[in-house]
Each structure stands twice: as C-alpha cells, then as structure tokens.
C-alpha cells in the first residue's frame, strides 16, 4: 500500500471557537498530522478565535499542549511541531459584539488568492451571528468556506432556519456541513467496495440481501454532558445524522460519478424513500438505569422524570424496487456492552443445501464492516472445516483489518477529521452534508418524535453494560432474526 500525498495550496482556515473542546482534541492534532506528512504546507495560516485573553504565543502555549495531549508527546515530531505551530495566529474576538473583528480582518492579508474557510467550532446558536459577521466584515470571498457540525438543527423547522440563515450569506456550494462519520476511512472504503468492484453490485439488492443492522454503540454514558443531552437524545443526537447517513451509502444507487452533487443526490433520494414510521413497536426507546455504582441517566441528566432517549432501536424500509422487502434494522446507545460502530449485510441463505445433515448448517454470509474499534470489513463464508475427518461445514472470515496493512506499511490510520478538513481546502464536497438532505433527515425522524411526546410514556430502562431493552433484543427476534454481539 502506497500513500499518496497530494499537497493542498497554502490556505488561511479561520477556527472560530479555537480554545474549545473541538478544535483542541480534533482539529488542531488533525491540521498537525497533516502538516507532517507533507500535504499542509508551512505556508497555511491557521487563525484561532475566541474570546479568551490570549495573544499569538499564549495560544500557541495551548495549541503545543493540545498537540502533547492529543497526539502524545512521543509521537510528535519536533520539526513538524514547530513548523506546525508558527502557522498558528490568534484574535481575540466575540461573536456577538463588533469586538475583534477589524483585527480577524487585519490577519487575513487580503491581497492573496488563497482558499478560505470559517470554521465554527463554537456553539450553534452563534451559528447565525458568525455568519453574519463574517459577511459583514468582509471576510468572505465568492469561493471562501464556511464549516458547520452537528447539532444541524433540532428538528425540521429549525434545521430550515438554520439553511435559510447560511443562504443568506453563502452559496450551497461554500457550506461544508460535517459528519465525521463521512470522513472514516472504512466509510469511504465502503463506496469503493460497492462501487469499484463488480462483485457486490449485482447481489445489493431484496433478491440476495435479507436485511441490513446498523449499530452504533457506546460503553459510556452522557457523563457531565447529561443536562445539555437531556431533551436531545440518542434519536436526534445520532440517528437523524450518523446512523441515517451510513444507511444512505449502504442503500443508494451507484451515482453516475464520484462528484459531489452527484453522491449527494443519490443519498437524497434514500432518505426520502424511507417508509414513514407509523407502528410505533418498530421503535424502541431506552434509557439506562442504574448499577454497580455507576448513576442512571435521570441522575446524569439531574432530572428525574425526564424521558430522554439513551437508546434507540427502529426497523424501517426503503420504499423503492431495490430495496423492496428488506428490513433495515438501526440501533445506537450510551452505556451499552462496548463501544462498536458497525455497518452487517447480511445475504440470504444459500436456495438448497447439497450436503447432509451430518455435515452441520450452512451459514448465513455476512458482510460486516466495522468503523470502530478496528475499522475493517469481514466477509463470513461457509467453507469445509480443515482436516481429514469427513466433510464437516465451517464458519470462517475473510478479513480485511485495515489497521495490519497500515501497520505493513508504517502508516497510521488517519483521523475523520484529517481528511474532511483537508476537503474543505481542496473545495471537495462528496463527504459533506448538502442542506436538503439534512432537512430530509429531519422530516424523517419528527414524526417518531412527535409520537413519543404524544404517548408520554418514559423510555424502558436497561441494565449498563447490556445490549439494550429486552424489547430490542424482541424487535428481530419478532422477525425471526438476531442482532450481532455488541463485542469489541
Ligand atoms: P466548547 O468546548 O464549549 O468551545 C466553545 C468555543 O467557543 C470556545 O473556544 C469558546 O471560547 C468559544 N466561544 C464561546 N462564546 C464565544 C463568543 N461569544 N464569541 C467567540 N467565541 C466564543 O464547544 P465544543 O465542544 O468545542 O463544540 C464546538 C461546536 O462543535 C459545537 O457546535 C458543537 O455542537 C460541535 N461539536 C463538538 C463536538 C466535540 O467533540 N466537542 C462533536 C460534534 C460537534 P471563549 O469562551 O474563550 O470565547
């Protein structure tokens, strides 16, 4: 495996909320690796803002201890470290106030052509403000970029508003609306493995695929997150966006190219073949309870009645020819056995089964392919089980672990955010979220929503450490189906 790096032209990325959790955990180590393998050249400017009482080498002081925290010490290289962090400048600037900004404009020598991008990493309901500032101020060029992540609205109503604000100020094509789910490597790996082999395609579809499981599972809870989660839940947290978003690249139509508007139409027009939840048993909702000395959710949240969702178990369909029959199954939690993303295909059985009964079953091919831990893609074949005792049938994987061929060949698995910042340099929006498929995803998922708030009633609560409600566990069991182990 060959890594090739192909460098970007030297950028100024602006990264409002500079000092915030965000940018020190993610987008300051992912600018830094990008630097040291070469493809952020030394001539970029990152320019930090917030309102935080720091000059340039203050914030480069936090910036460097980002970099020790987050990167680790060990791994960092010192010519890169310090060619990293003098591309590194500092405003001091409030979003909600004219404070700063004549500075912001002065560290952006206008004169040079370079690309642009606004990145705010700061809270959404500044959302609005910055954009408007950054107009106002100048700032933004026809080509410049603005970045956005979720929360992407709280629901239909709000995530228009929230469109209409940035259509105020910038073009469709000048929003970057992240989903770092997008931006994994095993995520991407899936669209090369549907669309650049000939040997999935003709079998992606309700004659060989019985259903689909998607699962995003995490062992922790909302830990001090638990009041500003409370009234979101696991429904708008992840499913509205991650988990609707990996559906869209399992079940979209190969797009006539790899091009943005061309991958982003295809992922539209799954969520709007998505049936309409209207058996409310198809929706599980939970919320973990308390054990072993770890608190429930209504004590992380610090409200006893609330209902919040920590757990979400749904079964739906794409209402379109492809797809036509073929149960897609959904489930994402806080506090569940272990952390595991992963994305199951799983084929119809084999029509007629040649070998005796003594030769045991044929098994169910499953094509499973993990974001996390790991990431990877198995394939699990039937095969004879080795050895001379008779004719005796076998389960076994094909194994793709992407971390061994990394190790192989002394790379790194890159982070999510590596990839898509440098996207948003190169002006590349394939792995981005276009507004209405956001919008789409939202008129989805209210409905069930607005059906939980009319029922009333509180989500089931489950064990920490489990997979879940009984009532997940009885969602496929209904339809005579399991769900995988929640295993890392
Ligand atoms: P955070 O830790 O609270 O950081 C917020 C940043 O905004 C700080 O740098 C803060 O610095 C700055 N800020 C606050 N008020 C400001 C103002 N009036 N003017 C200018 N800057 C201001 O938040 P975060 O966790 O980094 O999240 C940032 C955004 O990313 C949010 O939209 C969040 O939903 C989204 N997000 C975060 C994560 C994550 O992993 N953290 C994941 C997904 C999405 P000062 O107070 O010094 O101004």
Redesign the pocket.
């Known amino acids: 495996m060959v890594a090739r790096i192909v460098p970007v032209d030297p950028f100024d990325l602006v990264v409002?909320?500079?000092?915030?959790?965000?940018?020190?955990?993610?987008l300051i180590p992912a600018l830094y690796h990008r630097l040291h393998d070469g493809q952020m050249p030394d001539e970029a400017r990152i320019v930090g803002?917030?309102?935080?009482e720091l000059d340039r080498d203050g914030f480069r002081r936090m910036a460097d201890a980002a970099l020790e925290e987050f990167v680790g010490a060990g791994e960092l290289d010192p010519d890169a470290r310090r060619r990293f962090l003098s591309t590194i400048d500092y405003v001091r600037?409030?979003?909600?106030s004219s404070d700063g900004w004549g500075q912001l404009s002065a560290a952006l020598p206008d004169a040079d052509e370079r690309p642009r991008a606004f990145y705010?990493?700061?809270?959404?309901r500044?959302?609005g403000q910055?954009a408007e500032r950054v107009h106002g101020a100048g700032l933004a060029r026809p080509d410049s970029r603005i970045v956005?992540?979720?929360?992407l609205g709280h629901d239909l109503a709000s995530a228009r508003a929230l469109n209409a604000c940035f259509a105020g100020h910038f073009g469709e094509h000048q929003i970057y609306r992240i989903d770092?789910y997008l931006g994994k490597e095993t995520v991407q790996n899936l669209m090369a493995l549907r669309f650049a082999n000939a040997l999935f395609e003709p079998l992606w579809n309700a004659r060989h695929i019985d259903h689909v499981q998607i699962t995003v599972a995490e062992s922790v809870g909302v830990e001090k997150r638990g009041p500003y989660y409370d009234g979101i839940g696991a429904m708008r947290d992840m499913v509205q966006n991650h988990l609707l978003q990996l559906l869209c690249l399992i079940a979209m139509e190969p797009p006539a190219r790899f091009e943005p508007d061309a991958v982003r139409d295809e992922k539209l027009k799954v969520l709007r073949a998505l049936a309409p939840v209207t058996d409310l048993e198809a929706v599980v909702r939970g919320q973990y309870a308390a054990a072993n000395g770890t608190p429930a959710y209504a004590a992380d949240a610090e409200s006893a009645e609330s209902r919040t969702e920590t757990f979400v178990a749904l079964k739906t369909e794409v209402a379109n020819w492809r797809w036509s029959g073929v149960p897609f199954y959904l489930r994402t939690g806080k506090r569940l056995r272990a952390r595991v993303s992963e994305i199951a295909i799983a084929f119809k059985p084999a029509p007629h089964s040649i070998f005796p009964g003594s030769a045991g079953r044929t098994g169910q091919n499953v094509l499973a392919i993990r974001l996390q831990p790991d990431e990877g893609i198995t394939l699990g074949m039937t095969i004879k089980d080795p050895g001379p005792g008779g004719l005796r049938l076998a389960p076994a994987e094909l194994d793709m672990t992407f971390a061994d061929r990394l190790a192989q060949a002394h790379l790194r698995m890159p982070d999510a955010y590596e990839r898509l910042v440098m996207d948003v340099i190169r002006g590349d929006q394939t792995l981005f979220m276009r507004g209405d498929e956001v919008e789409a995803a939202w008129a989805w998922v209210d409905p069930i929503i607005a059906a939980w708030d009319e029922r009333g009633d509180r989500p089931a609560p489950y064990d920490p450490g489990s997979s879940g409600p009984e009532d997940a566990l009885m969602l496929m069991h209904r339809d005579g189906r399991r769900w995988r182990e929640i295993a890392a």
Do not use: C, M
């Open positions: 409002f909320g500079a000092t915030g959790d965000l940018a020190r955990r993610k803002a917030a309102r935080g600037l409030d979003a909600l705010l990493s700061v809270a959404p500044f959302f910055v956005i992540e979720k929360p770092h």
